[in-house]
């Protein structure tokens, strides 16, 4: 017989497996749907792997699908460590990226054009993460209800834009203007997707980082998560804590709004994001709400997303198969994150 017993301390190493562990029991686990497929499981996740990460532009497009996933996991990351539930990230990325492009439209100098497409993404998302978090301050309203409705109601209002007012009048199709040329971001590496926006993705997880753990900010965050009524005891104005963060975590999603626009798509059409803000939660739970375990939490999951539809060509394995690698791998990690807690003891049986 077993049963859970309370851990007095949990071992670094432990910690630091814990997501490896889940990646492991993700794989294994989904290994039973591709031989359900017929398909070898070894073939199959070789050609996934090698189609992301086999040669220099197939790492560069998996740098360019992880970069909003960075993003959102940030996003993610920083409002659940003050247990401000921001399910969210996907309207706050869409509202960034109308932002940007509305902007990215405006005629004016490539580089004052980049900068103000940056601010109108990042405080669209913040506007739009406002919203659950001043339900929740001033009125108790649950912020996983509030922040996920919205959603929805962000998409439908990018809807309305892309067959209203931006519909194109020419092909009919519904898609917004395209930013001018001189507001796209510029391409690192000649032939490739590789953009300005992937370099500040992986400069703003060790930003955020410090901000969460080196900061004033960031020890209130952690204070509040951890238990808001000693915070408010301590003198800690929570409320106003929580406004900040999900201000600083919807702007995050917005920016990856920014990239999809100034880097990839130059453009808003229905489809812009993939649900690289749900992924954004599996990504920062992978991370353990680390925001420098964002980066390889992202990187993993564009390695899989992008090579899925490889892998299906090659093996028949239906390209769907990387969203349940994504919504495995986040139960994997809720289960796994139960044994930093607790552990299992086997009782003898009673005399």
């Given at each position: 017989?077993?049963?859970?017993?309370?851990?007095?301390?949990?071992?670094?190493?432990?910690?630091?497996?814990?997501?490896?562990?889940?990646?492991?029991?993700?794989?294994?686990?989904?290994?039973?749907?591709?031989?359900?497929?017929?398909?070898?499981?070894i073939e199959a996740y070789g050609v996934m792997f090698s189609a992301s990460l086999g040669d220099s532009y197939a790492i560069t497009e998996t740098l360019v699908r992880a970069t909003p996933m960075i993003f959102t996991g940030l996003a993610v990351a920083v409002a659940f460590r003050a247990k401000f539930w921001n399910i969210g990230a996907e309207g706050q990325l869409l509202a960034g990226a109308v932002a940007s492009?509305?902007?990215?439209a405006i005629p004016m100098p490539g580089p004052l054009a980049m900068l103000l497409m940056t601010v109108a993404g990042a405080a669209a998302g913040a506007a739009v993460a406002l919203i659950p978090a001043t339900l929740r301050v001033r009125f108790k309203v649950d912020?996983?209800?509030?922040?996920?409705?919205l959603n929805s109601v962000i998409f439908y209002a990018l809807m309305a834009l892309i067959e209203g007012p931006w519909k194109d009048s020419f092909s009919g199709y519904p898609i917004s203007p395209p930013i001018l040329d001189s507001a796209n971001f510029p391409v690192l590496l000649e032939g490739t997707r590789l953009h300005l926006g992937v370099v500040?993705?992986?400069?703003?997880?060790?930003?955020?980082?410090?901000?969460?753990?080196?900061?004033?900010?960031?020890?209130?965050?952690?204070?509040?998560?951890?238990?808001?009524?000693?915070?408010?005891?301590?003198?800690?104005?929570?409320?106003?804590?929580?406004?900040?963060?999900?201000?600083?975590?919807?702007?995050?999603?917005?920016?990856?709004?920014?990239?999809?626009?100034?880097?990839?798509?130059?453009?808003?059409?229905s489809d812009i994001s993939p649900g690289?803000?749900?992924?954004?939660?599996?990504?920062?739970?992978?991370?353990?709400?680390?925001?420098?375990?964002?980066?390889?939490?992202?990187?993993?999951?564009?390695?899989?997303?992008t090579g899925a539809e490889a892998m299906s060509r090659a093996t028949g394995v239906p390209a769907f198969l990387s969203d349940v690698i994504q919504g495995t791998a986040l139960l994997a990690m809720l289960v796994a994150l139960l044994f930093t807690a607790y552990r299992v003891r086997r009782v003898g049986a009673a005399r």
């Amino acid at each position: 017989m077993f049963r859970l017993e309370a851990r007095t301390s949990t071992p670094a190493w432990f910690n630091l497996a814990l997501p490896l562990l889940a990646i492991g029991a993700t794989l294994v686990l989904c290994s039973g749907l591709i031989a359900l497929a017929g398909a070898g499981v070894i073939e199959a996740y070789g050609v996934m792997f090698s189609a992301s990460l086999g040669d220099s532009y197939a790492i560069t497009e998996t740098l360019v699908r992880a970069t909003p996933m960075i993003f959102t996991g940030l996003a993610v990351a920083v409002a659940f460590r003050a247990k401000f539930w921001n399910i969210g990230a996907e309207g706050q990325l869409l509202a960034g990226a109308v932002a940007s492009c509305a902007v990215g439209a405006i005629p004016m100098p490539g580089p004052l054009a980049m900068l103000l497409m940056t601010v109108a993404g990042a405080a669209a998302g913040a506007a739009v993460a406002l919203i659950p978090a001043t339900l929740r301050v001033r009125f108790k309203v649950d912020d996983v209800v509030s922040s996920l409705l919205l959603n929805s109601v962000i998409f439908y209002a990018l809807m309305a834009l892309i067959e209203g007012p931006w519909k194109d009048s020419f092909s009919g199709y519904p898609i917004s203007p395209p930013i001018l040329d001189s507001a796209n971001f510029p391409v690192l590496l000649e032939g490739t997707r590789l953009h300005l926006g992937v370099v500040a993705a992986f400069l703003a997880a060790p930003v955020i980082w410090f901000l969460i753990a080196r900061t004033t900010l960031g020890f209130r965050i952690r204070v509040i998560g951890e238990n808001p009524e000693a915070a408010r005891y301590g003198g800690i104005h929570v409320e106003r804590v929580l406004i900040s963060t999900a201000l600083l975590s919807g702007a995050l999603a917005g920016l990856a709004g920014v990239g999809e626009v100034g880097g990839v798509h130059f453009q808003v059409m229905s489809d812009i994001s993939p649900g690289y803000g749900y992924s954004g939660i599996v990504v920062a739970m992978l991370a353990r709400l680390n925001p420098l375990g964002v980066v390889p939490a992202a990187l993993f999951l564009a390695a899989v997303m992008t090579g899925a539809e490889a892998m299906s060509r090659a093996t028949g394995v239906p390209a769907f198969l990387s969203d349940v690698i994504q919504g495995t791998a986040l139960l994997a990690m809720l289960v796994a994150l139960l044994f930093t807690a607790y552990r299992v003891r086997r009782v003898g049986a009673a005399r």
